[in-house]
Structures are given as structure tokens and as C-alpha cells.
T-cell receptor, first 114, second 112 residues
């Protein structure tokens, strides 16, 4: 399995500000995914990030609100922009592995927006 | 109707019990089925995954997929207090390269 780290592990932010979350993997991966897990709910995919191309966003999520970078095969960032209390959530990155049939998840970033 | 339905529980069982966790789904294109365990304040941890129909066993855990009924199950034998967590089913038409559709998660508590 992949070893995935995320920074920060948690943060408390003021509304109207932005936070960038980092995801680092211990080996090269083709695809990285960003999910959101709102309080008491399950995981919802925000976007898929491939190295060298624009991220692909799911319905209901837009690039202006959640810009994503994928500068290389082991790293990605998700920015939550112009935050509101409704953005309070756990943000998780996940990765596929070559010839794997599933995804492995990072520990998550707990975000509270006041 | 959600694509994946999972009873959120909570489910409370005594130590040593056999636990049965289930999900139903509506999209017949799903081919890959996974179970994740998520402890409080942690990321989801992959427990098991299966492709198409059939059973898969790993230690105390058994995953079953019945595509004809669009129904998947996870059985935990000899449950332990350390099994207390939220169990999430997830599925996809194309494995790890595609987005996963998650159930709501079932909270399990195993008491000594």
C-alpha cells in the first residue's frame, strides 16, 4: 500500500480566507484524487488530478473554489478558497497504484471555518 | 435514490460476535467493490476489495458480492473491541483509476 501524508492535519480558519492542503505520496502514482467528508456524511469526490494536465472536477465543484495543482507524480495541493462555515469538513487525498484495483487514502485534513 | 445505500447504524455487538455489514447499489456498471475501515479522526483504511461477484476471505474478514442482487456484505468473525470503527463500502465501474462511490458508512461498536 502507499504511504500518504497530508499537511496540515487540521486548521481553524476565518471565513473569506483560503487554505492550501498538501498531499505527498511515497512513490510515483498516476492519479490523485481529492475527496470531501462533511460532518456525519460519507466521502464525495471533488476532483481528479493527473500530472501535467488540468484537474477534472465533479458536478458541484468548480476550479475557482477548489484550485488544484499536480506538479509531479508524488505531490498535489488542494486550495479551499474564500472559505465559509459550510466548507468545514475533512479533506482527503487518495491515490491509485499501477495495476491496482482500488485507492489508498491519506489521513485527512480537518478544517473548521468560523 | 442514492447510488449506494448503507445503513448508518450504529451497530452494537458483544465481543466475539459475528458482524454482518451490508450495502446495496443501483448501478449495474459497478465491477469493483471495496470495504474501508475508518477510525475516529483518521483516514479510511482499505480492508478488502473484490472484483465482480464472489467471496473473498482475509483472516477474520469475508467480503461477498452478489451482483445479481446488487448487494455486497462484509462479515467480521470473532469481533474485537479494536474493530469498533465506521465501515464504508465503496464501488466503481473501473477500479482505482475511477472515482469511488461511497456508502454512508456503518458505525460499529464492539463492547467487551
Amino acid at each position: 500500500s502507499a504511504v500518504i501524508s497530508q499537511k496540515p492535519s487540521r486548521d481553524i480558519c476565518q471565513r473569506g480566507t483560503s487554505l492550501t492542503i498538501q498531499c505527498q505520496v511515497d512513490s510515483q502514482v498516476t492519479m490523485m484524487f481529492w475527496y470531501r467528508q462533511q460532518p456525519g456524511q460519507s466521502l464525495t469526490l471533488i476532483a481528479t488530478a493527473n500530472q501535467g494536465s488540468e484537474a477534472t472536477y465533479e458536478s458541484g465543484f468548480v476550479i475557482d473554489k477548489f484550485p488544484i495543482s499536480r506538479p509531479n507524480l508524488t505531490f498535489s495541493t488542494l486550495t479551499v478558497s474564500n472559505m465559509s462555515p459550510e466548507d468545514s469538513s475533512i479533506y482527503l487525498c487518495s491515490v491509485d497504484r499501477e495495476a491496482q484495483e482500488t485507492q489508498y487514502f491519506g489521513p485527512g485534513t480537518r478544517l473548521l471555518v468560523l | 435514490q442514492k447510488e449506494v445505500e448503507q445503513d448508518p447504524g450504529p451497530l452494537s455487538v458483544p465481543e466475539g460476535a459475528i458482524v454482518s455489514l451490508n450495502c446495496t447499489y443501483s448501478n449495474s456498471a459497478f465491477q469493483y467493490f471495496m470495504w474501508y475501515r475508518q477510525y475516529s479522526r483518521k483516514g479510511p483504511e482499505l480492508l478488502m476489495y473484490t472484483y465482480s461477484s464472489g467471496n473473498k476471505e482475509d483472516g477474520r474478514f469475508t467480503a461477498q458480492v452478489d451482483k445479481s442482487s446488487k448487494y455486497i456484505s462484509l462479515f467480521i468473525r470473532d469481533s474485537q473491541p479494536s474493530d469498533s470503527a465506521t465501515y464504508l463500502c465503496a464501488m466503481s465501474p473501473a477500479g482505482g483509476y475511477n472515482k469511488l462511490i461511497f456508502g454512508a458508512g456503518t458505525r460499529l461498536a464492539v463492547h467487551p
